[in-house]
């Protein structure tokens, strides 16, 4: 079952300041790192469950560059045979809001006719990156096509998104932590925290 989030996580104490906290104090934690771990691992046997009988190792093909952390900790949350591949697309150049137009710098590299393949995002917003990208995914000819997202943000959303594995959804917050970023930074925090 998805989590639905309306209130920040409950604080965590974890002894002396660090320099996490000092960066992060004034922002609300949303999602904490436990939460994330937990959630991680439900969706990795879930998706191991739906994914039980194929022939050929599963190809999870990786939307970067956010998505890497949670790919990382779903790939080993899994207890199936599975690829890695990745795609570098985007639809925020700059600051915390999609523009609409999706950049695709980097395509997979290996073939996927014939393959099942399990789309990784960290979130879903307009929904614009996330069906390019499967578009293309369908045209190099994948047997299935789905999709696991760690946030979703259906607030923002301009174009229908049928997520299968779903983490966690959100308000209407930009958030950074777990390899969600605002200009590159913040990636590198164990837990979500809302930007704005």
Same mark, same amino acid.
């Given at each position: 079952?998805?989590?639905?989030?309306?209130?920040?996580?409950? +604080?965590?104490?974890?002894?002396?300041?660090?320099?996490?906290?000092?960066?992060?104090?004034?922002?609300?934690?949303?999602?904490?790192?436990?939460?994330?771990?937990?959630?991680?691992?439900?969706? *990795?046997?879930?998706?191991?469950?739906?994914?039980?009988?194929?022939?050929?190792?599963?190809?999870? !093909?990786?939307?970067?560059?956010?998505?890497?952390?949670?790919?990382?900790?779903? #790939?080993?949350? #899994?207890?199936?045979?599975?690829? #890695?591949?990745?795609?570098?697309?985007? +639809?925020?150049?700059? *600051?915390?809001?999609?523009?609409?137009?999706?950049?695709? =710098?980097?395509?997979?590299?290996?073939? #996927?006719?014939?393959?099942?393949?399990?789309?990784?995002?960290?979130?879903?917003? +307009?929904?614009?990156? !996330?069906?390019? !990208?499967?578009?293309?995914?369908?045209?190099?000819?994948?047997? +299935? !096509?789905?999709?696991?997202?760690?946030?979703?943000?259906?607030?923002?959303?301009?174009?229908?998104?049928?997520?299968?594995?779903? *983490?966690?959804?959100?308000?209407?917050?930009?958030?950074?932590?777990? *390899?969600?970023?605002? =200009?590159?930074?913040?990636?590198?925090?164990?837990?979500?925290?809302?930007?704005?």
């Amino acid at each position: 079952m998805t989590e639905v989030l309306t209130q920040p996580a409950p +604080s965590e104490t974890t002894g002396p300041s660090t320099g996490e906290e000092v960066r992060t104090s004034n922002r609300p934690q949303m999602i904490s790192s436990a939460q994330i771990a937990r959630r991680v691992r439900r969706l *990795g046997r879930r998706i191991s469950e739906v994914y039980a009988d194929i022939d050929t190792p599963l190809v999870m !093909v990786v939307i970067l560059k956010g998505a890497t952390v949670f790919a990382a900790d779903l #790939l080993r949350s #899994l207890s199936i045979p599975a690829e #890695l591949e990745f795609v570098r697309a985007s +639809s925020y150049p700059t *600051g915390t809001s999609s523009n609409g137009r999706l950049r695709l =710098a980097h395509m997979v590299e290996g073939p #996927l006719v014939g393959r099942h393949v399990l789309l990784v995002e960290d979130i879903i917003d +307009s929904g614009v990156t !996330v069906n390019a !990208v499967a578009r293309r995914i369908r045209k190099l000819g994948a047997a +299935s !096509v789905r999709l696991a997202a760690l946030l979703d943000r259906p607030a923002r959303r301009q174009v229908v998104v049928k997520i299968d594995f779903t *983490g966690f959804v959100i308000p209407d917050r930009f958030v950074i932590g777990y *390899g969600l970023d605002y =200009a590159g930074l913040y990636r590198e925090l164990p837990h979500i925290y809302a930007l704005t």
